[in-house]
């Protein structure tokens, strides 16, 4: 499997970024053409809508949800068209894992980047960047204008997700390797501490995410990276009860592995870290329940008895069970083997570096 060096700009003004995902412009286009995807037709479409920018996503880390929407249900045959008076439809909502922290591991890959003093904007339910100061590239100063920044770097890629993303290891500044270069494993491993992903994880500002395409030999890397992120959190003590701007690592405030109960979504929102592969599948289910109850108040012209209070998990392995790989062990188990639910008790077993997962 070899990998594909692509030269380009950054952009963050304007834009959406986050811990692990950026816009992307490619110097040469036609390299886009050099990476073996299934989904070549979303990317395709994505890159033509955006004027041959693109939101790349980070490979190997998973950051802080900063304004996650889950997707929407469709409605069942039988209340298709109906309404009901005082009774609205749940909305998806944005919803955000620790706004600060969020912030804090997004301002650190921004930082790599070159780009400092971001001014966030808030617009309907889109948050973006106005302003910052970029120190990077050919255009520097307070940049105000959409794609006014070119920040110079190059990624290195093999694959597009299922949104469309190509899935890219982040590097910033120049390298004497050429455009287009074809990369081994082994020559991408020897370059990967250089990357914006291992060096997020590395600082505590992002989780592992592991899925089965990644290669042994980076994985490794970023589990090494992982340890260490989590050891010097220990020396920085439990987070809990200290304001935001103390807290310098996800670790400090995680809640996974610990265990957490989840009376509401605040705790998930505002108090504790959970692996955002776990909040996303939360919110997924509460936003069910809720279009549940919403589309039986349409059956019934009422609202249903019995309104569960919080977040009900009972069904949190209703949608999706799927098997995940525990490096630890050398096997194979459903994820419900790896995560306890308990009441609205949540607990892994398992670190997220221990594991590898099959799907999204």
């Known amino acids: 499997m070899n990998y594909i060096l692509i030269k380009g700009t950054y952009h963050v003004v304007g834009q959406s970024p ?3 995902s950026v816009k992307f412009r490619a110097s040469n286009p036609k390299l886009w053409q050099q990476i073996d995807t299934e989904n070549r037709a979303i990317f395709e479409r994505r890159i033509a809508e955006d004027n041959g920018v693109i939101q790349l996503r980070l490979q190997g880390i998973d950051a802080l949800e900063t304004h996650y929407s889950p997707p929407t249900l469709p409605a069942p045959e039988d209340v298709k068209g109906k309404t009901l008076a005082n009774v609205t439809e749940p909305k998806t909502g944005g919803y955000k894992q620790l706004t600060a922290m969020g912030l804090r591991s997004t301002a650190e890959l921004l930082k790599m980047l070159g780009v400092t003093d971001a001014k966030w904007r808030t617009f309907g339910t889109s948050t973006y960047i106005s302003e910052a100061n970029v120190s990077a590239g050919t255009t520097t100063g307070l940049i105000k204008t959409k794609l006014g920044d070119s ?5 290195v890629c093999n694959d597009v997700e299922l949104n469309g993303r190509p899935l890219a290891w982040v590097f910033t500044g120049t390298t ?7 990369l081994t494993v082994q020559q991408l491993a020897d370059m990967l501490e250089q990357s914006a992903n291992y060096r997020l994880l590395r600082q505590g500002m992002v989780y592992p995410l592991f899925f089965m395409t990644l290669s042994a030999k980076l994985r490794n890397k970023l589990i090494a990276a992982t340890y260490l992120a989590q050891d010097a959190a220990k020396r920085l003590g439990d987070g809990a009860g200290l304001p935001p701007e103390k807290i310098s690592s ?3 405030i995680d809640g996974s592995v610990a265990g957490m109960a989840i009376g509401s979504l605040r705790v998930l929102t505002d108090e504790k870290a959970l692996y955002p592969y776990l909040f996303r599948k939360v919110i997924r ?3 069910r329940t809720q279009m549940e109850l919403y589309w039986e108040s349409l059956r019934t ?7 569960p209070q919080g977040v009900d998990l009972s069904g949190f392995f209703r949608d999706a069970n799927p098997y995940v790989f525990v490096i630890s062990d050398q096997d194979f188990v ?3 083997e790896v995560v ?3 009441g609205n008790q949540l607990r892994m077993t398992k670190l997220p570096q221990d594991l590898v997962l099959m799907s999204s």
């Open 18 to 20: 986050d811990a692990d």
């Open 301 to 307: 012209l009422r609202v249903p008895d019995n309104v």
């Open 340 to 342: 306890q639910i308990v």
């Open 250 to 252: 996800i670790w400090q």
């Open 285 to 287: 289910l509460n936003y």
């Open 151 to 155: 920040i110079p770097g190059y990624i």
């Open 176 to 182: 004497t390797l050429a455009d287009g270069a074809s």
């Open 334 to 336: 459903r994820l419900d």
